[in-house]
């Protein structure tokens, strides 16, 4: 069983980078070290299509920073809710190297 879900992770992965190379501004991110397809990919998808729309490293760290608020204003008036900014905090010391 283990040998299957072994084969099945590594299609994915494979699947993953592939789609990650196709991504231009994922494809520049991997070439941080420590940043995978995965981690390039959603960090893609969450700047959106223009990455340049932000000036510098603060500019993208306050715009986190107001997701991150903008999710816990939302968890206390609806505690089920769940954004996907919970992830991005550490990612954008990552960004400003």
Partial sequence: MYGRFQAEIEQLNERVLERAGERPTAGLLMTHPGVGPITAM??????????????????????????????????????SMHLPAKWMPPLSLELKR
């Fill in 42 to 79: 959603a960090t893609d998808v969450f700047l959106g299509e223009s990455p340049k729309r932000f000036r510098d490293g603060k500019a993208l760290a306050s715009y986190i920073q107001d997701r991150e608020n903008s999710r816990r204003r939302a968890s206390v008036i609806a505690p």
